[in-house]
């Protein structure tokens, strides 16, 4: 889990300017996404929560809907990467 959030973190800071376009803190050349171009990185949640289940196989998790723990795991990962960025 830890490994995801660290490979979010890097790829954030080895692309900043992609990474401000994704999220809509920028736009490039007028570019923008819309809200539905959005909802297309949604996909990648699918390998968080496939690890949320795994760690509750492993009874590293309590019982828990795998789907909302990797979603408060991804935002929290997102608001840490997002603020370290900006304070850099």
């Given at each position: 889990?830890?490994?995801?959030?660290?490979?979010?973190?890097?790829?954030?800071?080895?692309?900043?300017?992609?990474?401000?376009?994704?999220?809509?803190?920028?736009?490039?050349?007028?570019f923008?996404?819309?809200?539905?171009?959005?909802?297309?990185?949604?996909?990648?949640?699918?390998?968080?929560v496939?690890?949320c289940?795994?760690?509750?196989?492993?009874?590293?998790?309590?019982?828990?809907?795998?789907?909302?723990?990797?979603?408060?795991?991804?935002?929290?990962?997102?608001?840490?990467v997002?603020?370290?960025?900006?304070?850099?």
């Amino acid at each position: 889990m830890a490994t995801l959030g660290r490979a979010y973190r890097h790829n954030a800071q080895a692309n900043p300017n992609l990474y401000a376009v994704m999220f809509g803190g920028s736009s490039l050349a007028g570019f923008s996404l819309t809200e539905q171009d959005r909802h297309h990185g949604r996909y990648t949640l699918v390998n968080v929560v496939r690890m949320c289940r795994a760690m509750y196989c492993l009874q590293r998790f309590r019982p828990c809907d795998a789907e909302l723990v990797a979603h408060q795991m991804w935002n929290a990962t997102h608001g840490l990467v997002t603020w370290s960025s900006a304070s850099t």
